[in-house]
């Protein structure tokens, strides 16, 4: 069995440390520029070193993402962006442009080069030619089956790695290649500004009726006729890993710390339990079920994997997430009597029951005893957001274990 690594997103520094401490082998991140998340918060440069210091000292790796399509007035920033990243020691760049691709070889030769998922890698030559051209890796082209990819694995060297998503939003576009954005709103997807129009309700008007809208249906029940569920292969993971696939891969680089600590945490699980044997893996499927739906998502699909996708891979009706879990904040110290120290994200009161998410797997719920502010003094409830306040749940929590409370 080839080693299986689990690449988990990182939209900042305390994500990624969220996604190590919940199961990642591997973190994905992007800078401030050059990067196809250019609304996420990404990581300045003295961010980006101290994650790739924190990552290291665990043991875990960390990519950064360079992927963006090119124009001629990109290309000198990004040879003298190289040679900054160069000192910093990441273990990967993500690239997609041929050109960039050149340039990070020529900046950056000691650090290994992975070929994002935008450069529509769907056949073995294609992989030849990258693993021609120096690169260590390719991120496989969504539109790929499980079939596909095990021909690919087939037909590439033994040491080149194949890498593809498994969870998170999936885009409309052929590999995400998509020009919608950059036509209605000016911001180019192919540069990090997408403004998701694949989630928009759309309507068909007349020439000569001008000002009268009229509703495009995919069929009776909607018309949200882009809009595609997410992927999720947790109950796959015996073929994926079957299949020759190196690294799984979740999307979701603007996503919340409860996000990455949900999915990082049931996936690693997933395969760990793959590992000891199938029975175990399958006996804890109502677990992983369980702990997938926790975080936002837009009901589930097996994507491109099985076969083409048909009609039962969009929602037509809504272009909102499920959720079934809030998320409250990470735990930043302990204090001598136990009480933990939380940047607040979201309301919460005295008397309420709040998760914690226990990286090993665990769950454990506690009652809130009480909550005091920065100079000690109680309240009732913590209802502003990034409020630094003390929290008394009965017992002491590590530093860097996350709260969660259940919606009704």
């Known amino acids: 069995m080839r080693e299986t690594e689990l690449l988990i997103p990182a939209s900042s520094l305390e994500v990624l440390k969220t996604a190590v401490r919940y199961g990642a082998d591997a973190v994905y991140i ?22 790739i210091d924190f990552a290291h000292a665990h043991g875990k790796k960390v990519f950064i993402t360079a992927n963006i399509v090119a124009h001629n007035g990109d290309l000198v920033g990004a040879r003298e962006y190289f040679r900054e990243l160069a000192k910093m020691g990441p273990d990967a760049l993500i690239i997609s442009d041929p050109g960039m691709f050149m340039i990070a070889k020529e900046e950056c030769p000691e650090i290994d080069l992975h070929i994002s998922t ?23 082209a969504r539109e790929l089956s499980l079939a596909e990819i095990a021909e690919i694995r087939k037909n590439i060297p ?17 590999s995400g290649r998509c020009l919608l954005s950059n036509y209605f709103t000016g911001r180019n997807a192919n540069k990090g500004a997408c403004t998701h129009p694949c989630r928009w309700k759309y309507a068909v008007m007349e020439e000569s009726r001008p000002g009268e809208y009229l509703p495009v249906y995919e069929n009776e029940r ?15 993971i015996p073929e994926i890993i ?9 999307e979701g680089r603007m996503k919340t710390a409860l996000y990455v600590a949900t999915v990082a945490r049931t996936y690693r699980k997933a395969i760990d339990d793959y590992k000891i044997s199938k029975e175990t893996y399958l006996a804890n499927m109502d677990y992983y079920h369980s702990e997938i739906s926790k975080c936002t998502y837009r009901q589930f699909t097996t994507g491109f994997y ?102 009704d």
């Open 30 to 51: 992007g800078g401030e520029m050059y990067g196809l998340r250019a609304k996420a918060k990404n990581f300045s440069k003295e961010e980006m070193k101290e994650g």
């Open 118 to 140: 935008q450069a529509n890698s769907t056949n073995y030559m294609t992989y030849k030619f990258w693993w021609n051209q120096g690169a260590t890796r390719v991120v496989a």
């Open 222 to 236: 909607g018309t949200y006729i882009f809009n595609s569920k997410d992927l999720n292969m947790v109950e796959h």
């Open 306 to 407: 099985f076969g083409r996708t048909d009609e039962n891979s969009q929602i037509y009706t809504s272009n909102t997430y499920e959720k079934e879990y809030t998320y409250i904040g990470i735990v930043q110290d302990v204090n001598k009597e136990g009480h933990i120290l939380l940047e607040q994200k979201n309301k919460f009161s005295v008397g309420e029951t709040l998760e914690v998410m226990i990286p090993s797997g665990e769950n454990v719920s506690l009652p809130v005893l009480a909550i005091y502010d920065e100079e000690g003094n109680p309240q009732e409830s913590a209802p502003h957001p990034k409020q630094m306040i003390w929290v008394d749940l009965g017992q002491k929590i590590e530093v860097g274990y996350l709260l969660r409370r259940k919606e």
């Open 158 to 174: 033994e040491e080149m790695e194949i890498e593809c998503f498994v969870h998170g939003a999936m885009c409309i576009s052929h």
């Open 242 to 250: 079957e299949a020759g696939i190196d690294s799984l891969k979740i």
